[in-house]
Nanobody, 121 residues
């Protein structure tokens, strides 16, 4: 099973950028088979999916981040990234990296500890 650890959060002003990173354990072959995703949870709100990237690179984004966020993966390095541009206060949340075997739909198998993103107006 792949285990993940996320990092890269911080505090920025509206319009700023941040890049989140996620490192996965396990073999490159195992990692490459997983769907990888980013989720976020703001205080008092439910966790929501932000972006996901399938085994062969197909990307999916929440409507709220389309055109601003870009998810990418490097299977050789077993890493996942989320480039976040034009950040808004509404993007403030704890962000989590997650991995799921056999596609991106359904419960994810492995979760990072979370990294805080705070956007001030």
């Amino acid at each position: 099973q792949v285990h993940v650890a996320d990092s890269g959060g911080g505090s920025v002003q509206t319009g700023g950028s941040l890049r989140l990173a996620c490192a996965a354990s396990g073999s490159m072959y195992s990692y490459s088979r997983y769907c990888m995703g980013w989720f976020r949870q703001a205080p008092g709100k439910e966790r929501e999916g932000v972006a996901s990237i399938e085994q062969y690179g197909t990307q999916t984004y929440a409507d709220s981040v389309k055109g601003r966020f870009t998810i990418s993966r490097d299977n050789a390095k077993r890493t996942l990234s989320l480039q976040m541009n034009s950040l808004k206060p509404a993007d403030t949340a704890m962000y989590y990296c997650a991995a799921r075997v056999r596609g991106c739909v359904g419960e994810y198998d492995s979760w990072g500890q979370g990294t805080q993103v705070t956007v001030s107006s």
